[in-house]
């Protein structure tokens, strides 16, 4: 069973900070996506990594892949209340058979921004 | 991406009673898939739901309980059968593939449906 384990579960931050949240796992991800859900929605797909060391940028977000695709992380500069929700990390494997890929979902880190 | 809508959005029910969720996507997709996300907690993949086959169900979830069809490659249900207070946790479609399909493979969630068993 393919597990990941994602850190900090809460955070609360005063707009204007920086922050980080972390996924790891020991098993081998073809891909890591990461999400952000707000209360009463379903989770946004906010990016995809597939490559180890890759790093992709989306506006104050900066999303990383581990060089042995087994962690990722995401970091926020200057925090805005917007950037408040649910950030769950999802990583993606095959079966054994290579037949059919499944993915694999963090606990999640519930962040809060204060104004 | 996809547009992906579910009916009803939320709900209240009795125990006993059941509900069956919809799931509508605006493209032919290849996969679709149900999950469940109780209060507080991640997301819990309940089946894969076949086209014009039986869905696939994951280690605790069993059709009987949890009745899935996907008559098409739009659309699919899920049935919450007799349904008890422990059933109460928001009901997600997600849909990946196909039409819709992205660079690396990714997939999406529709809006969610919030159920409450009494």
């Known amino acids: 069973t393919q597990l990941l384990e994602q850190s900090p579960q809460f955070l609360s931050i005063q707009e204007g900070e920086n922050l980080t949240v972390y996924c790891n796992s020991s098993?081998?991800?073809?891909?890591l996506q990461w999400y952000r859900q707000e209360p009463g929605e379903g989770p946004v797909l906010l990016v995809t990594?597939?490559?180890?060391?890759e790093v992709k940028k989306l506006k104050r977000l900066t999303f990383q892949f581990g060089d042995a695709r087994k962690d990722s992380s995401l970091h926020i500069t200057a925090a805005q209340p917007g950037d408040t929700g649910l950030y769950l990390c999802?990583?993606?494997?095959?079966?054994?058979?290579?037949?059919?890929?499944?993915?694999?979902f963090g606990k999640g880190t519930l962040l809060t921004v204060n104004p | 991406s996809a547009v992906i809508s579910q009916k009803p959005s939320r709900d209240i029910c009795q125990r006993g009673t059941s509900l069956t969720i919809q799931c509508q996507v605006d493209?032919?997709?290849?996969?679709m898939f149900w999950y469940r996300q109780q209060p507080g907690q991640s997301l819990t993949l309940i089946a894969t739901?076949?086209?014009?086959?039986?869905?696939?169900?994951e280690s605790g979830f069993v059709i009987d309980k949890f009745p899935i069809s996907r008559p098409n490659l739009t659309f699919s249900t899920l049935t919450v059968s007799n349904m008890s207070p422990e059933d109460s946790s928001i009901y997600l479609c997600?849909?990946?593939?196909?039409?819709?399909?992205?660079?690396?493979?990714?997939?999406?969630f529709g809006p969610g449906t919030r159920l409450t068993v009494l």
């Open positions: 990594v597939v490559t180890g060391g």
């Open positions: 999802a990583g993606g494997f095959r079966n054994s058979g290579g037949s059919n890929y499944k993915l694999t």
């Open positions: 997600s849909v990946r593939g196909g039409l819709i399909r992205g660079s690396y493979n990714e997939q999406f």
């Open positions: 493209s032919q997709v290849t996969m």
């Open positions: 098993s081998v991800f073809s891909s």
């Open positions: 739901a076949n086209q014009g086959s039986e869905a696939t169900y």
